[in-house]
């Protein structure tokens, strides 16, 4: 049975143990890595160890395990590498509190770690430590806007968190979001911004005017669902416009057209047109002869 070695290390223990006895930490919410990255430090590990030791207190619920503070990354390296042991840093008598504070206090330094995690670590502190937002703001040295912009982004979907992540969405952006109600609707312009390559503060500022009237853009979202826009040239030279209209029902062009052509050919104009319907369209083919008055 392998026996876990350690020292003093001041006021803490050194020490050496298994992965398997170290238990995640309910103020590191990470559950994805970038997998190159866990291989190439995976890599490393295999040929010079750990450098950094990984911080732990000792668990509440099993008496030979540890939960883990900060050091996530090193520990899911250390299991792909099949480290039988990894260095550790034991913290006795640490609070709650102080734990999630230093796993934050870790956490902030990594770049790679996506809005949604630090929004969840800040949840997870506020849940373990009881204090006010405007407390943990002060404990933390964050400014309490920022905390409670990590709080709105945690009442977007799973689908948001993933698509805005995907597509490198700003946070302002994702924070300016959540004020258009409807998440069917919210997803929809999260889309149509990344497809116009909207860039801050633009895509901020095009998410609250949806938001304050949705009406004003009917291709966006259920508005944009069931029903039709029609684009115009107002002359040759100009761009196209998108018209001030929208209906319930495609159907109303089609009928509208056939109303159009049958009035056309009552006043004598031999105008033809053959309709067909190629799958996703329903296409016109309409000729009207050159010798036809005013052509």
Do not use: H
């Amino acid at each position: 049975m392998m026996k876990t070695s350690t020292r003093p290390a001041g006021k803490y223990l050194f020490a050496f143990v298994p992965p398997a006895r170290i238990t995640p930490n309910s103020c590191l919410p990470r559950r994805l890595f970038n997998e190159n990255d866990i291989v190439t430090l995976a890599d490393s590990i295999r040929r010079y160890g750990i450098l950094q030791p990984l911080t732990v207190r000792p668990s509440r619920q099993q008496i030979t395990a540890y939960e883990l503070i900060s050091g996530e990354r090193r520990l899911c390296a250390a299991r792909l590498a099949g480290l039988r042991e990894v260095p550790i840093i034991i913290m006795k008598g640490i609070s709650d509190r102080a734990a999630c504070e230093i796993a934050i206090s870790e956490n902030e330094k990594r770049a790679d770690m996506n809005m949604f995690e630090r929004a969840e670590a800040t949840a997870a502190y506020l849940a373990c430590s009881g204090l006010t937002l405007r407390q943990a703001a002060d404990s933390l040295s964050i400014a309490p806007s920022e905390l409670s912009k990590d709080m709105l982004l945690l009442k977007l979907s799973f689908d948001e968190r993933r698509f805005i992540t995907e597509n490198n969405i700003p946070r302002e952006t994702a924070v300016a979001s959540i004020k258009i109600g409807d998440g069917r609707d919210r997803l929809s312009v999260l889309k149509y911004i990344t497809e116009k390559n909207m860039s801050y503060p633009d895509s901020a500022e095009f998410c609250i005017r949806f938001a304050s009237d949705p009406s004003s853009y009917p291709y966006i979202g259920s508005r944009g669902r069931n029903r039709a826009t029609v684009e115009f040239y107002l002359s040759e030279d100009q761009p196209a416009q998108r018209a001030k209209c929208s209906v319930k029902d495609a159907g109303f062009f089609i009928n509208s057209i056939d109303n159009t052509l049958r009035r056309i050919q009552s006043c004598g104009v031999e105008i033809s047109a053959i309709k067909s319907d190629s799958g996703d369209y329903v296409e016109y083919n309409i000729q009207l002869p050159k010798n036809t008055p005013g052509f």
